[in-house]
Nanobody
Framework: VQLQASGGGLVQPGGSLRLSCTASGSVYFARYTIPWHRQAPGKPREFVARIDATGRTVYQDSVQDRFTVSRDNAKNTGYLQMSSLKPEDTAVYFC?????????WGQGTQVTVSS
């Protein structure tokens, strides 16, 4: 199973980006919990948000009301819609797929918020 985050880039403060997390090699994507994490330079990786198989979502307090996590099981893809971006949101964003005891990570995508 492979997961790949994409959609990062350079955006001005207050702007928006939508990240995608595409899974390949598994027919059980609909059963996965899809968490998003991020890691800023010199800082530990931190939890951002997640969506489980039932569609239930959880957010870190600092992104609540600005970020929205969703999924399209038909496309084997999860999404992280980010709005009202701040410079402190600058980080490499990762997604992973969790099912039972298995936790699959992919390469991240860089998000830079700067004027």
């Amino acid at each position: 199973v492979q997961l790949q985050a994409s959609g990062g880039g350079l955006v001005q403060p207050g702007g928006s980006l939508r990240l995608s997390c595409t899974a390949s090699g598994s027919v059980y994507f609909a059963r996965y919990t899809i968490p998003w994490h991020r890691q800023a330079p010199g800082k530990p990786r931190e939890f951002v948000a997640r969506i489980d198989a039932t569609g239930r979502t959880v957010y870190q307090d600092s992104v609540q009301d600005r970020f929205t996590v969703s999924r399209d099981n038909a496309k084997n893809t999860g999404y992280l819609q980010m709005s009202s971006l701040k410079p402190e949101d600058t980080a490499v964003y990762f997604c992973n797929g969790v099912i039972g005891p298995y936790d699959y990570w992919g390469q991240g995508t860089q998000v830079t918020v700067s004027s």
